[in-house]
């Protein structure tokens, strides 16, 4: 079965550039979380939907930021305009709804912006 | 108050050897789960073992247990024979709230584990 699927793996951007990273959950999972992992911060939650609503947006960090997904097989990460210090690893994770079902995670896409 | 407290930044144990890997955290919710990840240098994010706060036994898969101590608050991973390609970043993580919809997970820090052949 194929796991969660993110693309760019890769972004490296200039700093006022907008910025789309694209996620594809595991079918079936209803569950779709994005996070972002730093050596300061470690890995945070930005946002997670349930059968495509956003329920909790509250580590957004800032108006800069927006996530959407249209369908339960899509969803992006947006930046704009983008920051150095948005710089990081943000990942894509999916899970199906029973409550012991673990969060599956993608490669994760490694962003840079200089 | 942290949620989820590991406390060894770094391991270095040998080969075949057994390692504990520490992990407290703090809850007043009586229904929560504790999962455990691995992710090694290549980045990727690895789910290895899960404990609900209800279950009655030691989580076990393969080569890797939960030391579940549930008035310590602690949920150890222990992993026997260690194998050099358990050489990685190891996050205990803690989802809080029953069959609610609170899917929300909360990662500590890591413990960076170093197998020596």
């Known amino acids: 079965d194929a796991g969660v699927i993110q693309s760019p793996r890769h972004e490296v951007t200039e700093m006022g550039q907008e910025v789309t990273l694209r996620c594809k959950p595991i079918s079936g999972h209803d569950y779709l979380f994005w996070y972002r992992q730093t050596m300061m911060r470690g890995l945070e939650l930005l946002i997670y939907f349930n059968n495509n609503v956003p329920i909790d947006d509250s580590g957004m960090p800032e108006d800069r930021f927006s996530a959407k997904m249209p369908n339960a097989s899509f969803s992006t990460l947006k930046i704009q305009p983008s920051e150095p210090r948005d710089s990081a690893v943000y990942f894509c994770?999916?899970?199906?709804?029973?409550?012991?079902?673990?969060?599956?995670f993608g490669d994760g896409t490694r962003l840079s912006i200089l | 108050a942290q949620k989820i407290t590991q406390t060894q930044p770094g391991m270095f144990v040998q080969e075949k050897e057994a390692v504990t890997l520490d992990c407290t955290y703090d809850t007043s919710d009586p229904s929560y789960g504790l999962f455990w990840y691995k992710q090694p240098s290549s980045g990727e994010m690895i789910f290895l073992i899960y404990q609900g706060s209800y279950d009655q036994q030691n989580a076990t898969e393969g080569r890797y247990s939960l030391n579940f101590q549930k008035a310590r608050k602690s949920a150890n991973l222990v992993i026997s024979a260690s194998q050099l390609g358990d050489s990685a970043m190891y996050f205990c993580a803690m989802r809080e709230g029953g069959a609610d919809g609170n899917e929300k997970l909360t990662f500590g820090t890591g413990t960076r584990l170093t197998i020596i052949p």
């Open positions: 994770a999916s899970s199906g709804t029973v409550g012991n079902q673990p969060q599956h």
